[in-house]
């Protein structure tokens, strides 16, 4: 990350968090973020997950090396602090591209915004995403379309975007050392994402402010976990 990203960085998030400090929670209860990950058939179970209480003296366990499986679903999910808003799963094959996004936002996100309308506190939503930087600008002008107030954030950000820090994670240990066919990981997570209480995606909303507060002390520079 050069200094020019640090640089931008820092302006972007002293300006969310002067919106913050005007507008209090409701500017957290304005945004619905959106972003996209892999999900595999088959993730190995981690080191934690597979330790056994042993004696002293008993002989170890022979392990076998264990990869992810090629099969694969992109999830990707919009959500706001009362949980999952839409998920989406792109058929085998598929890959991103600006018009089949902006397809999923106008015809799949938007209606269900607007179906449940009172579930919103104003008409206007930010709405971010760590896709990558030429499909996200094409995007924009869709989102600016369908009324969305759009929330800046800058490349090279990961570590400042909700889903990446507070939501994939956790889902996808959820699945791992579990075998799926296509269509059962697919139900796997709509059902834990479904069973996720509202205080889990209001947690990760609430995190932005002091995500935020430490990447403008530190500069820009990225913030850990």
Request: aromatic letters at 10%; charged letters at 25%.
């Amino acid at each position: 990350m050069s200094d020019d990203h640090k640089r931008a960085r820092q302006t972007i998030y002293q300006g969310h968090l002067d919106c913050h400090a005007r507008e209090g929670d409701a500017f957290l209860h304005r945004i619905v973020t959106g972003d996209q990950s892999r999900v595999y058939h088959y993730k190995p179970e981690g080191k934690g997950q597979s330790m056994q209480w042993k004696h002293l003296l008993s002989l170890a366990n022979k392990k076998f090396k264990t990869q992810a499986s090629n099969g694969k679903v992109m999830l990707t999910i919009s959500w706001n602090v009362k949980g999952p808003i839409l998920v989406h799963f792109k058929e085998k094959g598929q890959t991103v591209i600006s018009a089949r996004y902006n397809d999923m936002l106008v015809n799949e996100l938007k209606p269900v915004i607007d179906r449940n309308a009172g579930d919103f506190p104003q008409r206007e939503y930010c709405c971010f995403t760590t896709m990558p930087a030429p499909i996200w600008l094409r995007i924009v002008d869709t989102l600016h379309a369908l009324k969305f107030e759009v929330l800046q954030h800058p490349s090279y950000s990961p570590d400042l975007a909700p889903s990446d820090y507070h939501l994939f994670g956790p889902t996808k240990e959820h699945l791992r050392g579990q075998k799926f066919a296509d269509d059962e990981v697919m139900e796997v997570v709509q059902s834990w994402l479904k069973a996720t209480p509202k205080s889990f995606s209001l947690e990760g909303i609430r995190k932005l402010v002091d995500k935020w507060a430490k990447c403008v002390v530190k500069q820009g520079d990225y913030v850990e976990k």
